[in-house]
């Protein structure tokens, strides 16, 4: 199974940037994705990737203003945050597009003043 070590979060204040990183155990690539998810609230796909890297997708509420990319030599995702907002306060995940499993600590990203 695949592993995921995500690392990059931190406090941003609003209109802020972060990136995410997340190193993964495999050497050969599937569809990936960012996740995030806030207390009581069911995890949401923000961020994907193909296997072939050309195509990403975004959740409506991240798009214009996250980038996520990949680096395979690295074994590394990103997760470009740009104008961060309060509504971006969540731990955030990486893991296979489909069928995520065996989820990792996530990295805490909070937007305050």
């Known amino acids: 199974q695949a592993q995921f070590v995500e690392s990059g979060g931190g406090l941003a204040q609003p209109g802020g940037s972060l990136r995410l990183s997340c190193v993964v155990s495999e050497n050969i690539f599937p569809a990936l994705a960012w996740y995030r998810q806030t207390p009581g609230k069911q995890r949401e796909l923000v961020a994907s990737?193909?296997?072939?890297?050309?195509?990403?997708n975004y959740a409506d509420s991240v798009k214009g203003r996250f980038t996520i990319s990949r680096a395979i030599a690295k074994k590394t995702i990103y997760l470009q945050m740009n104008n961060l907002s309060s509504e971006d306060t969540a731990v955030y995940y990486c893991?296979?597009?489909?069928?995520?499993?065996?989820w990792g600590q996530g990295t805490q990203v909070t937007v305050s003043s």
């Open positions: 990737i193909s296997s072939g890297g050309t195509i990403r």
């Open positions: 893991n296979k597009r489909d069928g995520p499993s065996d």
